[in-house]
């Protein structure tokens, strides 16, 4: 079982960054992959971003178009957290944001585990 934790959230002008950031808890998840999620109102949930291991000591990224070259995820295992810097927000990044882990999908469906979601909102 792990437990997710997101945090970083906040109300931020166009053109400014945040960096969020899920905190696992419950076992290790070094090897786990994890992906980003957002959600607006009314909107679907749609994906964000993912990091997998390659099973040596690389991990891979990948983004959804409208995140790409903007938003960055990394991760610390020491800390046994993964992060998401994003740089050069827009109003149309205001969402909920959620951490998932279980999976490198961009299906939201075929991730185990989820945190509660950090609010970002992005003011013109």
């Known amino acids: 079982q792990v437990q997710l934790v997101e945090s970083g959230g906040g109300l931020v002008q166009a053109g400014g960054s945040l960096r969020l950031s899920c905190a696992a808890s419950?076992?290790?998840?070094?090897?786990?992959?994890v992906g980003w999620f957002r959600q607006a109102p009314g909107k679907e949930r749609e994906f964000v971003a993912a990091?997998?291991?390659?099973?040596?000591?690389?991990?891979?990224?990948d983004y959804a178009d409208s995140v790409k070259g903007r938003f960055t995820i990394s991760r610390d295992n020491a800390k046994n957290t993964v992060y998401l810097q994003m740089n050069s927000l827009k109003p149309e990044d205001t969402a909920v944001y959620y951490c998932?882990?279980?999976?490198?999908?961009?299906?939201?469906?075929?991730?185990?585990?989820w945190g509660q979601g950090t609010q970002v909102t992005v003011s013109s």
């Open positions: 419950g076992r290790t998840f070094s090897s786990w992959p």
């Open positions: 990091i997998r291991w390659s099973g040596s000591s690389t991990y891979y990224a």
């Open positions: 998932a882990a279980g999976s490198s999908s961009a299906r939201w469906r075929e991730y185990n585990y």
